[in-house]
């Protein structure tokens, strides 16, 4: 089933109990999904847009070069990609335990409207949770970023491929990311099946 909004600010009209907050982004029927933190750590404030701003500015390009931006920049023009984070509020410091937790409906209901088939952690916070709550290889894997970045990893419906979070970069993070997007891409990382063969009917039933 798809979406038929074609609003990339916000599509589903979030709208947590704080004064300001950094919404989702991007396309409602996104094949890719990358997560963030939350605005004080990711970006976004001004402009309201998931990671613009410095980590945009690293992450974007990197992202327009592995195929998942049409165009890079603030406000950039998305190719199958929605961005968003756990805590969308922004915080005064560092969000609580407790604040995480009240944000996570606002997250877990965008992560499951958009539904995309491979989800793209930014950072060890965000990796951790996508892990834990979306896979089933969370229990077995270290959270090293350095190690992770860029690497698909396969858990319990989801493809998930980590990265580091952008301010911490060297040299050589940006081309390695961009090799993992594009080899990921260059798979059936979808892995649907047509179970329509076995309804009535010629339509396509497909399931992951």
């Known amino acids: 089933m798809r979406n038929v909004t074609d609003r990339t600010r916000n599509p ?6 704080c004064d300001r907050y950094v919404p989702g982004y991007g396309d409602a029927n996104a094949d890719f999904h990358v997560i963030g933190d939350h605005p004080g750590v990711h970006g976004g404030v001004e402009t309201g847009i998931p990671f613009s701003g410095e980590a945009g500015d690293r992450l974007f390009p990197a992202l327009e070069d592995g195929e998942l931006l049409a165009e890079a920049g603030d406000e950039p023009t998305v190719n199958r990609t929605f961005f968003s984070y756990l805590h969308m509020c922004v915080p005064d410091g560092t969000p609580s335990a407790a604040d995480y937790t009240d944000m996570e ?17 930014v950072g060890a916070v965000a990796t951790k949770h996508v892990l834990n709550n979306y896979t089933s290889v969370g229990w ?45 891409q260059s798979t059936d990382f979808r892995r649907e099946s047509d179970l329509g063969r076995f309804m009535p009917g010629a339509d396509p039933y497909l399931v992951r």
Do not use: N
């Open 105 to 121: 409906r606002f997250f877990d209901a965008e992560l499951r409207a958009i539904a995309a088939h491979v989800l793209l952690p």
């Open 140 to 184: 077995k894997t270290d959270v090293d970023m350095e190690v992770l970045h860029g690497k698909e990893l396969r858990g319990s419906g989801f493809l998930v491929l980590p990265i580091k979070d952008p301010d911490e970069w060297d040299d050589g993070d940006h081309d390695e990311l961009v090799a993992g997007l594009l080899e990921l």
């Open 12 to 17: 589903f009209d979030m709208r947590p109990s």
